[in-house]
């Protein structure tokens, strides 16, 4: 017996292996804060997202002009989130991280100014809107790229579950207390909480070391988008997490079909669009804490197709359900998957991506995050005018299966990853 095998699992203490891992917040002071303000400015910035659309809906009485909020954030995000991150392959990430967050403080404190002085304008939202959503294009890169040179590489897929929770604690606490904040005191309470909020993001940049991109003894010079493009074009493993992702959240994303689905299916009104809207988050909630069994896999390309097919099987399943709990029973298995495959996909991408190359590797996540699925409503929103909301969620759902399974065969060598080697 080796002494990797000895000091294995076994010696593990139960808690640490059912319980979200918090090695990575005890062993670095630095993740410790910037994980802690990044938590906190999340939770923020969810709150501004509804008190935008409360206060666009509150000037225009149009549900068209709050869609049209979530469109001036995601051309920007697919935009800038290729550029930011080739900018964060190239400058101070640190220095970048901080930049952008400071700009994103400036556009709440706007905001907040705004409403305080009773300007209330539809334009300034939108405009507001897609500067901020610039400025989280540019951090998010930076700041992901960051995380492999505070931590050791066995501490990624636990940091990575640490994330998930940030990320669905933040979608699922954001718009509730943001709500209570609006309705007792205004539009403008919610934005200076946000421009509070911020501060725990900026403190932890400014604490950090200089965070410049490693390149090696090679020459360092400007970073090319499609550099990376070209990159990730001769690495397979990597783009099968992208590919992987785009399965569910293309071919298997319900969302869209909850109004329907809620008065169809369960004789419901907003209230159980509100419950089935929530149920992956709660999922994924689960999910990212108790994840601490997911720092003793190895086989990450194995575990990201069984996750993804996991998640295709419980959409399927949701859409042969006629019960409201069975059917958030489903939706709850589906966003705890989806935070299997999440913590898998970010570790590869972060372990088998050179350090020059992570930034551009990152905006490309970004781009599949924020386009798979709104990809996905609009397939599910036509396959369900063209058929039913039924046969488009049980389809969707087989489709993402059959998808991952011929992906999985198509490349063997994924299911093969090990994560104590990593090959791109």
């Known amino acids: 017996m080796t002494p990797s095998e000895k000091d294995g699992p076994a010696e593990i203490p139960l808690r640490a292996r059912i319980f979200a891992d918090l090695t990575p917040l005890r062993a670095s002071p630095d993740y410790r804060r910037l994980w802690c ?3 906190v400015s999340w939770m923020g910035q969810q709150m501004t997202a509804l008190a935008v659309s409360l206060q666009v809906y509150a000037i225009t009485r149009s549900t068209f002009s ?11 995000l697919v935009v800038f989130g290729l550029y930011g991150g080739a900018i964060a392959d190239t ?3 640190r220095k970048l991280g901080l930049y952008s967050a400071s700009g994103a403080t400036t556009m709440s404190v706007v905001l907040a100014a705004a409403a305080l002085a009773g300007y209330h304008r539809v334009w300034l939202l939108y405009t507001v809107v897609a500067l901020q959503a610039i400025c989280f294009a540019m951090n998010s890169p930076a700041r992901s790229s960051m995380i492999p040179r505070l931590l050791p590489r066995e501490q990624l897929p636990a940091a990575n579950a640490l994330q998930s929770l940030t990320t669905n604690l933040g979608l699922m606490g954001g718009p509730m207390l943001g709500g209570v904040i609006v309705g007792l005191w205004g539009y403008q309470a919610a934005y200076v909480v946000d421009v509070v909020a911020f501060g725990g993001s900026l403190y932890a940049m ?3 070391p200089a965070m410049r991109p490693d390149h090696g003894d090679g020459p360092q010079r400007r970073a ?3 550099d990376g493009l070209r990159f990730l074009a001769t690495r397979p493993n990597l783009r099968m997490t992208f590919f992987s992702d785009m399965a569910a959240m293309v071919l298997a994303q319900p969302r869209a079909l909850f109004p329907a689905i809620a008065v169809l299916w369960f004789a419901g009104d907003a209230r159980t669009v509100g419950l089935l809207v929530a ?8 999910g990212g804490l108790f994840s601490g069994w997911l720092g ?5 390309g194995l575990a990201i197709l069984i996750a993804v097919a996991a998640w295709g099987a419980a959409i399927a399943a949701f859409g042969l359900s006629r019960h409201l709990w069975l059917g958030l029973f489903f939706l709850a298995v589906a966003g705890c998957a989806d935070t299997v495959s999440m913590v898998f996909r970010s570790t590869m991408l972060q372990a088998a ?3 020059r190359m992570r930034g551009r590797l990152q905006g490309v996540f970004i781009v599949v995050v924020a386009g798979g699925p709104r990809l996905g409503d609009f397939l599910a929103g036509s396959a369900a005018d063209l058929t039913s909301p039924a046969t488009a969620v049980v389809g969707g759902g087989l489709a993402c299966i059959l998808v991952v399974a011929g992906l999985g065969l198509g490349r063997r060598a994924f299911a093969r990853y090990n994560a104590r080697d990593p090959q791109p």
């Open 37 to 39: 303000g990044n938590t």
């Open 66 to 76: 709050v869609g049209l909020v979530g469109l001036c954030s995601l051309i920007p």
């Open 91 to 93: 400058v101070d990430r």
């Open 206 to 208: 400014w604490r950090l």
């Open 224 to 226: 090319s988008v499609l």
């Open 279 to 286: 149920a992956p988050a709660v999922g994924a909630v689960l």
């Open 296 to 300: 003793g896999i190895r086989r990450h």
């Open 353 to 355: 991506t050179p350090d």
